[in-house]
C-alpha cells in the first residue's frame, strides 16, 4: 500500500480480516502482523487504531456483539408471524455463520477480555445474552399468544437455543451444514422438526 494513501474504514477491514482468520485457522495464531497481513495493510496502521493488540481484539468483539444484537432487536415484536420454529431460525440465521463462528470462537478462547468488553457494554452482555434475552422475550410473547404452550419454560428455552449456536460454532463450519444443523435443532426444541427437511 503506498504511503499516504487513505483507506477507507480501516477498522471493519481489520476487523473482517480477522474474523476470516479465526474461521479459517482458530484463535490460537492470531497476531497482529497476521491480521494486517490478512487485510492487506501495513502492520502499524493496526497500532495506529488501537493501542496493542488485545485492544484491537475487544474492539472487534464490541463491534460484533453490536451487530449480533441489532440482529435479534426486533424478534418479540415478531410473534404472532409465520411458525416459531421459522421465526427464530430467520432470526438466529441472520447473522452471517462467519460472525458467530468467529466472534464465539474468540470468546471461548480469550475468557481474560470479557471485563474489557462489559466496561464498554455493561455487564451480562459480553457474549451471546443479547440473543438469548431477544429469544426469550419472542417465545414469551408467543405463549402469550397461545402459540407456545402455557407451561413452557421460555428462558430455559432460549438457552437451549443459545447453547445450540455455541455448540455448532465451536465443532462445525461455517457453511450451510451449519445452517441446516441450526434449522434442524431450533425446530425439535420448538416443535417444528417435521418441517426441516434432514440434510
Request: hydrophobic residues 50%; contains cysteine.
Amino acid at each position: 500500500m503506498p504511503r499516504g494513501v487513505a483507506i477507507p474504514e480501516i477498522r471493519q477491514q481489520l476487523f473482517a480480516a480477522v474474523e476470516r482468520l479465526i474461521v479459517r485457522d482458530g484463535p490460537s495464531r492470531l497476531t497482529g502482523r497476521a491480521v494486517t497481513r490478512e487485510a492487506g495493510v501495513a502492520t502499524g496502521l493496526l497500532y495506529a487504531h488501537f493501542a496493542n493488540f488485545d485492544d484491537f481484539l475487544v474492539g472487534y468483539w464490541i463491534d460484533r456483539a453490536f451487530h449480533v444484537s441489532a440482529e435479534v432487536a426486533g424478534l418479540p415484536e415478531r410473534a404472532g408471524r409465520g411458525t416459531v420454529a421459522a421465526t427464530l431460525n430467520q432470526c438466529v440465521l441472520a447473522m452471517p455463520m462467519e460472525t458467530l463462528l468467529a466472534f464465539t470462537r474468540l470468546m471461548a478462547f480469550r475468557p481474560d477480555l470479557v471485563a474489557k468488553v462489559e466496561t464498554v457494554l455493561g455487564g451480562g452482555t459480553a457474549g451471546l445474552q443479547a440473543v438469548e434475552h431477544a429469544v426469550a422475550g419472542y417465545l414469551a410473547a408467543e405463549r402469550q399468544l397461545g402459540r407456545v404452550p402455557a407451561g413452557t419454560d421460555t428462558e430455559a428455552l432460549a438457552l437451549a437455543v443459545v447453547g445450540v449456536l455455541h455448540h455448532i460454532a465451536l465443532t462445525g463450519g461455517a457453511g450451510s451444514a451449519a445452517q441446516r444443523r441450526i434449522q434442524r435443532a431450533v425446530a425439535a426444541l420448538t416443535g417444528g422438526a417435521t418441517t426441516i427437511a434432514a440434510p
